[in-house]
């Protein structure tokens, strides 16, 4: 069982009776690679890249811990995984193993609780105010589902408790891999003024660096400035800064999330130049973003072209429709005229992709409780 902190709360304390929100924030283990390596015993314990390729093209999806320990990362280049660990292990990634899996993993939160938001094939928002089994303690329910995650699919969960998602999300980073950690009401202002500004869920390396050169190094920091100056310091995410910092957090879990965006992209096995071969490749990519608006019944009125360039640097471009679009002549169409509008220089291009946003009018407004469309984000 993995490593969890004190619980606080019991049933019986007057916070539960008076039906406090109970939140489990579920994030599998590294898993794509750990999926990998559970169905394939050659990878366990080596280190497994999924993503990307060992020439040194393309983005890590995510590493095994034992590629981690060499300081792999998500969304690192394979080149610079490649300098990290020489003898890293390239994986194409089988997304439809993944859903299947995900799909399996979901079948196991919906014996506890209906109300689930996924974040994505991998992770999970839990609404356990009142569970379906009766069991009350949201702490007691995380372990269950981590047992079972662990006996039936021989995979490993790590979870965080607490009242409302914020504090749960970071909770379930607290001790991975295999972590079990709550905090309660009482300990939540305490752990927010302790926690380093690089830790808040949502607060980027940039963002981070930004605090520390104003003297912001911790929640207690932020805590000592009102509402306003965050909002002057850091625009209307300001006020989120000064609620969280306080621990509230009054977002519902969504059963249903609004799908915002749609994107294919793929990075070439070879650099490319000629407008004919980049046209070649929009075709290919227009047919999929088609099918997948297709698939979940959207249609955007924004179309964005990404171009990456061989030495990683990128451009969008974007166009608006007066309605909603989903067939493939009109993306291809528009995706083109984008393409041909951009000044590349004769330029090496390593990817192409095409992202559909702005689903206003669209079939059907952007639901989903298919794993299926979690690869979309």
Same mark, same amino acid.
Request: hydrophobic share 40%; with cysteine.
């Given at each position: 069982m993995?490593r969890f902190?004190?619980?606080e709360l019991t049933m019986?304390d007057?916070?539960?009776?008076?039906?406090?929100?109970? *939140?489990?924030?579920i994030?599998?283990?590294?898993? @794509?690679?750990? &999926?990998e390596? $559970?169905?394939?015993?050659?990878y !366990?314990g080596?280190?497994i890249?999924?993503?990307?390729?060992?020439?040194?093209r393309?983005v890590?999806?995510?590493?095994s811990?034992e590629a981690?320990?060499?300081g792999?990362?998500?969304?690192?280049?394979s080149?610079?995984?490649i300098?990290?660990?020489?003898?890293? *292990?390239?994986?194409?990634p089988r997304?439809?193993? @993944?859903k299947? &899996?995900?799909? $399996?993993?979901?079948?196991?939160? !919906?014996r506890?609780t209906d109300?689930?938001e996924?974040?994505?094939?991998d992770?999970a928002?839990?609404d356990?105010?009142?569970?379906?089994?009766n069991?009350?303690?949201?702490?007691e329910?995380a372990?269950?589902?981590k047992d079972?995650?662990k006996?039936?699919?021989n995979?490993?969960a790590?979870?965080?408790?607490s009242?409302n998602?914020?504090?749960?999300?970071?909770?379930?980073?607290?001790?991975?891999p295999?972590?079990?950690?709550?905090?309660g009401?009482?300990?939540?202002?305490?752990f927010m003024?302790k926690?380093p500004v690089?830790k808040?869920?949502?607060?980027g390396?940039v963002t981070a660096?930004k605090?520390?050169k104003?003297g912001?190094?911790?929640?207690a920091?932020?805590?000592?400035?009102?509402?306003?100056e965050?909002?002057?310091?850091?625009g209307?995410?300001?006020k989120?800064?000064?609620?969280i910092?306080?621990?509230?957090?009054?977002?519902?879990?969504?059963?249903?999330?609004?799908?915002?965006?749609?994107?294919?992209?793929?990075?070439?096995?070879?650099?490319?130049?000629?407008?004919?071969?980049?046209v070649?490749e929009?075709e290919?990519?227009?047919?999929?973003?088609a099918e997948?608006?297709e698939?979940?019944?959207l249609k955007g009125k924004?179309l964005?072209?990404?171009?990456k360039?061989?030495d990683f640097?990128q451009?969008t471009?974007?166009?608006?429709?007066s309605?909603?679009?989903?067939?493939?002549?009109t993306i291809?169409?528009a995706?083109?005229?984008?393409l041909?509008?951009?000044e590349?220089d004769?330029r090496?291009?390593?990817?192409?992709?095409i992202?559909?946003s702005n689903?206003?009018?669209?079939?059907?407004?952007g639901?989903?409780?298919?794993?299926d469309?979690l690869?979309l984000?």
């Open positions: 993995g902190t004190e619980p019986s007057p916070v539960e009776k008076t039906l406090q929100r109970k *939140i489990i924030h994030d599998m283990d590294a898993f @794509y690679a750990t &999926v390596q $559970r169905d394939f015993p050659e !366990r080596k280190p890249v999924v993503g990307g390729s060992p020439d040194g393309g890590v999806a995510t590493a811990y981690r320990e060499f792999i990362h998500s969304a690192m280049s080149r610079k995984a300098q990290l660990c020489p003898h890293a *292990i390239f994986v194409y997304f439809d193993a @993944y299947s &899996v995900s799909v $399996r993993i979901r079948e196991i939160f !919906r506890y109300l689930i996924p974040l994505s094939l992770e928002f839990l356990v105010t009142t569970d379906k089994l069991i009350g303690s949201a702490l329910i372990k269950q589902i079972a995650i006996n039936e699919l995979l490993s790590s979870a965080g408790v009242s998602k914020f504090i749960a999300k970071i909770a379930s980073d607290m001790n991975k295999d972590g079990l950690t709550f905090i009401p009482s300990k939540i202002n305490t003024e926690l690089e808040f869920f949502g607060v390396k660096d605090m520390k104003m912001l190094y911790t929640g920091d932020l805590k000592k400035l009102s509402e306003q965050l909002i002057r310091k850091f209307k995410t300001g989120f800064y000064y609620k910092v306080r621990g509230i957090d009054d977002r519902p879990v969504q059963p249903h999330r609004l799908t915002k965006s749609l994107s294919v992209e793929d990075t070439f096995g070879k650099d490319l130049i000629s407008t004919e071969e980049l070649a929009l290919l990519i227009a047919e999929k973003v997948r608006l698939k979940n019944r924004t964005t072209l990404k171009i360039f061989d640097k451009l471009r974007n166009t608006s429709f309605a909603g679009v989903a067939d493939y002549a291809l169409t995706a083109k005229e984008l041909l509008k951009v590349t004769d090496k291009i390593r990817l192409l992709g992202t559909l689903f206003g009018t669209s079939i059907n407004p639901k989903f409780t298919d794993p469309q690869e984000f």
